[in-house]
């Protein structure tokens, strides 16, 4: 049997694309399996806080802002599938390669996909603490607490929390300080799904 990733990805909704880029970024960035990238892997790095970022303030109803939106995702895409090529030359068929880039391999016909994180909720009760909170995901195995400083720019990385709790509490953040939250359900065969970016001003 010959291993391909899929595109599936083309279909996400903007939280979940965004998630998935990070992913992608994130395993391929040091990878000894990928050690010659191709330029669309730092240009995705770029893009993708300015998309996540335009993504929440679009929820207004911009109209600018959602064209922009619009422009930054086929952008993603587009450095996506330049990635998914190199990816697939450098793995020739080794599932083992093709998952550590991030991508997800195409998936048996009856594999059910997760439903969406549709609210995040962040209480912010204690000085220099934020406690993130989704409702459990059905078939998810684990979870990706993240935060990330303001603005959401290429030079403020998420900092991720891994846990099988759908729920966390971050300490030693800077009071007074804008941050960003976040949390990516993963599921089976490398499925996963996003919450909606929130921010709050910490205590």
Not at 73 to 90: S, W
Not at 129 to 140: F, H, I, L, S
Request: glycine share 10%.
């Amino acid at each position: 049997m010959t291993h391909r990733i899929t595109y599936g990805h083309k279909q996400l909704r903007d939280n979940d694309l965004i998630s998935f880029g990070y992913g992608v970024t994130g395993k391929m960035k040091g990878n000894p399996s990928f050690t010659d990238p191709p330029e669309a892997l730092g240009e995705l790095e770029k893009v993708l806080p300015e998309y996540n970022e335009v993504n929440y303030k679009a929820r207004g109803g911009d109209e600018e802002l959602r064209f922009k939106r619009k422009a930054l995702r086929a952008k993603t895409i587009d450095l996506l599938a330049e990635l998914g090529e190199y990816v697939t030359d450098k793995a020739g068929g080794d599932p083992v390669i093709l998952v550590s880039s991030g991508f997800e391999l195409n998936k048996a016909r009856g594999t059910k996909a997760m439903s969406p994180i549709k609210e995040l909720k962040v209480t912010i009760d204690h000085t220099g603490e934020a406690v993130t909170q989704v409702k459990r995901v059905a078939g998810a195995k684990a979870y990706i607490h993240q935060y990330a400083s303001d603005p959401l720019t290429g030079d403020n990385a998420w900092i991720n929390k891994v846990t099988t709790d759908p729920s966390c509490t971050f300490t030693g953040l800077k009071s007074k300080e804008k941050y960003w939250f976040q949390v990516i359900a993963i599921g089976l065969n490398g499925q996963e799904t996003a919450s909606p970016p929130v921010s709050r001003v910490i205590q």
